[in-house]
Structure formats: structure tokens, C-alpha cells
């Protein structure tokens, strides 16, 4: 299997963008691995009348607890620290030592906490940018995509 998951903001931002694409081949896979809590919280838009969830659910493959998983996800929702979809995906990524591949820099510093390393959007995009996949300004353009899609702004991007 893939040895990482990738969390409902990262799909959510590559998808507005139209980078989905971009997205696995940075990760180097053909199906994106998520885990039913993120299912449940990338199909919410769909209610609103947004589109971008259907190209999630085009390329995405739905990763499943094991029963000691679910025992390690109780534990860790009991707590109250972090959504159900991140619970999830610590648990899993706990068990099975993958990558935990977040924009949430809470839900990352929650994961380190329980030993799972994390990946983050600007490691993401400067992968892009390393490994030749995007030139500099495709990578610009692409951040602005991003930007303007999200309605956020992106402190890194001046390290990129």
C-alpha cells in the first residue's frame, strides 16, 4: 500500500487548484490514499453545491482501520484534541508507520506527539519544485491558484 494518507485540506486545495494530477505525482501514486473520516468531510461541500469533491473521490482510494487501529482511533478521540478525521489517520499511520500528509499544523504537531512524522503542503510544493515536476513560475502561478481558490495566503511562498 501507499506508506502515507493524505488529509481532507491537502485534497481540498489541490482539487480547487486543479492539481490533483500534480498531487500524485508528487506523492508517486495512482489513487490517493484517505481514510473514511476524510471521505465523510471531503463529501460535505457537495451539499453546498461545489464540484472539487468528485474530482477527490475520482483519484482517491479509502484506506480502512484495522481492529487494532480502531482500538488506537477510541483512544486518541477520547482525548478530544483533534476532529475524527485526523484520530483516524494518526491511528492508522501509527500502526502501519506511514506519513501523515496535512496542512493542519495542530493536527501535524498532535501526530509527532503520537510518533507519526508529517508532510506538509510547502514540502509538497518545493517536491515540485526539487524534483522538476514545476518550474519556478509554474510553481508561483500555482501557489497564487491556490491562494485565490482558498481564499487564504500562504506565508511560505517567498521560501519557494
Known amino acids: ?3 502515507f494518507l493524505v488529509d481532507t485540506d491537502i485534497l481540498s486545495i489541490f ?9 500524485r505525482e508528487i506523492l508517486g501514486c495512482q489513487r490517493l490514499p484517505i481514510t473514511t473520516g476524510v471521505f465523510n468531510e471531503i463529501v460535505i461541500p457537495l ?7 468528485r474530482r477527490v473521490m475520482a483519484v482517491a482510494e479509502t484506506v480502512l482501520m484495522s481492529s487494532e487501529e480502531v482500538a488506537v482511533f477510541e483512544t486518541l478521540r477520547l482525548e478530544g484534541r483533534v476532529s475524527a478525521a485526523d484520530a483516524e489517520i494518526v491511528a492508522i499511520c501509527q500502526r502501519r508507520s506511514w506519513i501523515y500528509v496535512t496542512m493542519d499544523r495542530v493536527a501535524a504537531r498532535y501526530a509527532e506527539m503520537h510518533g507519526v512524522r508529517s508532510v506538509d503542503l510547502h514540502a509538497l510544493l518545493k517536491a515540485a519544485l526539487t524534483g522538476g515536476l514545476l518550474a519556478e513560475d509554474q510553481l508561483r502561478a500555482l501557489v497564487e491558484q491556490m491562494e485565490r481558490a482558498d481564499h487564504t495566503v500562504f506565508p511560505f511562498k517567498e521560501e519557494l
Open 15 to 23: 482539487a480547487k487548484a486543479n492539481a490533483l494530477a500534480l498531487l
Open 1 to 3: 500500500m501507499s506508506g
Open 47 to 53: 451539499e453546498y453545491g461545489y464540484d472539487f469533491p
